[in-house]
């Protein structure tokens, strides 16, 4: 006989794409006495919780909702529950249950429907706009909603890695993007630093972005993926329009860092406390020139090095006629080594933010990788 999280789990997968939550809430009252259940989504800036049914967003720092969502466990407050909802790293929001039962095993019981409502979401994604559409607090410019979907998350979570990534202004972005991916032995990564105005700068992102994933998925080595897309921009534009990009392959039994350099953003390792830039060997960005041959370099990276990539929209961010700059970036990423990937790559655009006293005027791109050594 299945016990209430079995059927809870249930009411999950046979529900119809836009009633997750409703089917969940009813099987959570008949199974746990809780007559209330909302799901928060983060928004696109990472900056609100906003409810599925409609309704007042969380934005105050030390909520119990984001005292959840930052820190990825259930927490109780005042009778109500707030648990993670997310898969694989990939944060997602958080659900408030109440009111709760006394029983500790319950609890645990919701801390797994949370997850597995989060691998829910993430199934429906592509069949209905319900749960995108509530996680925006305004529009996203056409630009942006197309960057958005290049997107292969905002955080990955892996026994020997930990990555996130985040683009500004979230809902007017226009070119700079990032992709990645994973088999268990190695992780590509791949920055771009996009160029030109709205949608044709997100045109030229989205055409890069799906010729690296192709040589990628040919089994093509680093410097022929980069020259695949740099062949693709070229065919198309002929030299009037090109990108920088940053392409890295990390071995994950060993921790052999491959990278190329494509008029790359900068590359930024931060290791017992201490902020370098990674000297590249700088080589021309891609769809420049025709038949560019590409480069790679290789580094030994060590347990527990933090390595970041960003683009010249965070340097050269400006209030006042006052430039960032590097040395207040190196300053707040010194700053970030207690914090998990996603939390350092919000709290550097929050900086930014609050520097330039409200949106980004021109695309930051921030990624950030933890490499926490190699695992049985």
């Not at 927490?75 to 929001?93: K, Y």
């Not at 045109?203 to 192709?214: D, I, V, Y």
């Not at 207690?338 to 709290?347: F, K, N, T």
Request: aromatic letters at 6%; a negative charge; hydrophobic letters at 40%.
């Amino acid at each position: 006989m299945s016990g209430p999280e079995d059927r809870a789990r249930r009411s999950l997968t046979e529900a119809p794409t836009d009633q997750l939550v409703d089917r969940l809430a009813a099987e959570l009252e008949r199974s746990y006495g809780i007559s209330r259940t909302e799901l928060y989504q983060v928004d696109y800036r990472l900056a609100a919780l906003l409810p599925l049914g409609g309704g007042e967003a969380i934005v105050t720092p030390g909520h119990p909702a984001w005292r959840c969502f930052d820190h990825q466990e259930p927490i109780v407050s005042e009778g109500t529950g707030w648990f993670p909802v997310g898969m694989r790293g990939e944060r997602r929001g958080v659900l408030q249950l109440s009111p709760l039962p006394g029983d500790p095993a319950a609890l645990a019981e919701l801390d797994a429907v949370a997850t597995a409502l989060g691998h829910e979401l993430a199934a429906v994604a592509a069949t209905t706009d319900i749960y995108l559409t509530a996680r925006r607090s305004r529009r996203l410019t056409l630009a942006a909603e197309m960057q958005w979907e290049l997107l292969p998350g905002r955080s990955r979570i892996r026994p020997s890695f930990s990555l996130a990534g985040q683009l500004e202004p979230a809902y007017a972005v226009r070119g700079d993007g990032f992709d990645w991916s994973d088999d268990g032995q190695r992780l590509w990564l791949s920055v771009i630093n996009g160029s030109g105005e709205g949608v044709a700068a997100s045109m030229l992102t989205s055409l890069a972005t799906h010729a690296l994933r192709n040589a990628r998925r040919a089994r093509l080595g680093l410097a022929d993926q980069a020259a695949l897309a740099d062949q693709a921009i070229y065919a198309l534009h002929r030299g009037e329009q090109h990108l920088s990009a940053l392409l890295l392959e990390l071995d994950l039994a060993g921790g052999t860092l491959t990278v190329v350099d494509a008029g790359s953003p900068r590359l930024v390792l931060l290791r017992d406390g201490e902020v370098t830039e990674q000297v590249l060997d700088k080589q021309f960005p891609l769809g420049m020139f025709e038949d560019t041959d590409y480069r790679e370099q290789r580094f030994e990276l060590r347990r527990g090095d933090r390595l970041f990539v960003v683009s010249d929209g965070v340097i050269d961010a400006t209030a006042q006629q006052i430039r960032y700059g590097e040395t207040a970036l190196d300053r707040f990423l010194r700053r970030t080594g207690p914090m998990e990937p996603l939390d350092a790559v919000r709290s550097l655009l929050g900086d930014l933010r609050a520097f330039v006293a409200g949106d980004l005027v021109d695309d930051a791109v921030v990624v950030c990788l933890d490499w926490l050594g190699p695992q049985p």
